[in-house]
């Protein structure tokens, strides 16, 4: 991997993982999908037929095999907070940028997603409360911080490309 994008969920991961894999002319991989596509299941699916517990290992599991590939790497939300995960992040070589943005902010973005099991088991208070406990695994675990709130995908994926070309001198 050149970079795995860490953060709670609707801080654009995904997004900007795919703009900076684009610039890079690299594969973007969104862990999320990796785990689907292992699974045969949908991520609510997984939680609602065998619990966060399976679908944690499975991350796990697929998180090693994807540092081991090319490309930009885009973590699940909970992915830097299992404590497994969080020493691998904090060991590896490859760059781990943390994507923040206030819970107003992810509020607004995630609030009618469907495809998000935590979204539609925690109200308001619950889902900011969650992103705060996992606050303290983001930091530990970054190289970089970027606040995605008012700044353009494409510029935040500027000042990524710029962080990446800044590491390899």
Aim: with cysteine; charged share 20%; glycine share 6%.
């Amino acid at each position: 991997m050149e970079a795995i994008l860490i953060g709670f969920m609707g801080c654009g991961k995904t997004t900007i993982g795919k703009l900076v894999a684009q610039h890079l002319n690299v594969p973007h991989v969104d862990l999320d999908d990796q785990i689907t596509a292992a699974a045969g299941i949908p991520i609510k699916d997984i939680f609602a037929k065998h619990g966060e517990a399976y679908f944690r290992q499975l991350e796990h599991k697929l998180l090693l095999q994807q540092m081991a590939e090319h490309g930009i790497l885009s973590t699940g939300g909970g992915t830097s907070a299992q404590p497994e995960n969080m020493r691998v992040l904090k060991q590896t070589t490859v760059p781990v940028i943390f994507l923040e943005a206030t819970a107003a902010t992810i509020l607004k973005r995630v609030c009618n997603d469907q495809g998000r099991p935590l979204v539609n088991q925690l109200d308001q208070t619950d889902l900011i409360a969650l992103k705060q406990s996992r606050q303290q695994a983001y930091q530990a675990c970054a190289d970089l911080t970027i606040a995605t709130d008012q700044t353009a995908p494409d510029q935040i994926a500027q000042q990524i490309l710029n962080y990446l070309r800044q590491a390899v001198d």
